[in-house]
């Protein structure tokens, strides 16, 4: 398998901030990276794939970004309703998820 | 409009196996490139990825997983149905169904998610 790190797993940030939340793979996984932002109770919703392309629907203050191994997403201003947990996953092979990110309200 | 929903028991003992059934609409299974994946995530914990099934009938499983899982399709009832045996309390999650997207192994459907938890 091909294990996905994901870093913080915990994130305080106050509205209008800029956070980024970084997904590092175990080997090169050629841009197959998506990124997915999921609320208490609900179903994942995807944000991004192929690393960097933004899911139709989705605000332009997310963006994606990496190559190889190393991965990032960010958020450039962050709203309200953006306090979410956030995963990545690799579909380079057989998918696997990052363990998560816990965006929190500082 | 693509929509997923799962279905099946929400209590299952130990060592027994689990049913769960994927009704889905909006799409065909038997269209190139379309698939519908498993996916779980206990309480409180991370998603992890279970089983997905192509169009062509292929199948893919956890390796973790592999020994105890099966999926199918009936292409003309819209359903996916998996099942995992020798059910464990560590198998308590909610399981979730999605749609393949882009024609790679990503999801961009899903549906509501269904709580099992396994307790004698």
């Known amino acids: 398998d091909i294990q996905m790190t994901q870093s913080p797993s915990s994130l305080s940030a106050s509205v209008g901030d800029r956070v980024t939340i970084t997904c590092r793979a175990s080997q090169g996984i050629s841009n197959s990276l998506a990124w997915y932002q999921q609320k208490p109770g609900k179903a994942p919703k995807l944000l991004l794939y192929a690393a960097s392309r933004l899911e139709s629907g989705v605000p332009s203050r997310f963006s994606g970004s990496g190559s190889g191994t190393d991965y990032t997403l960010t958020i450039s201003s962050l709203q309200p309703e953006d306090f979410a947990s956030y995963y990545c996953?690799?579909?380079?092979?057989?998918?696997?998820f990052g363990q998560g990110t816990k965006l929190e309200i500082k | 409009q693509i929509t997923l929903k799962e279905s099946g028991p929400t209590l299952v003992k130990p060592t027994q196996t689990l049913t769960l059934t994927c009704t889905f609409s909006?799409?065909?299974?038997?269209?190139?490139?379309?698939?519908v994946g498993w996916i779980r995530q206990p309480p409180g914990k991370a998603l992890e990825w279970l089983a997905l099934i192509y169009w062509d009938d292929d199948k893919r499983y956890s390796p973790s997983l592999k020994s105890r899982l099966t999926i199918t399709k009936d292409t003309s009832k819209n359903q996916v149905v998996l099942t995992m045996t020798n059910m464990d309390p560590v198998d308590t999650a909610t399981y979730f169904c999605?749609?393949?997207?882009?024609?790679?192994?990503?999801?961009?459907?899903w549906g509501q998610g269904t709580l099992v938890t396994v307790s004698s």
């Open positions: 999605a749609h393949r997207g882009y024609n790679w192994n990503l999801f961009d459907y």
């Open positions: 996953q690799q579909y380079y092979n057989v998918p696997t």
């Open positions: 909006g799409f065909s299974l038997s269209t190139s490139g379309v698939g």
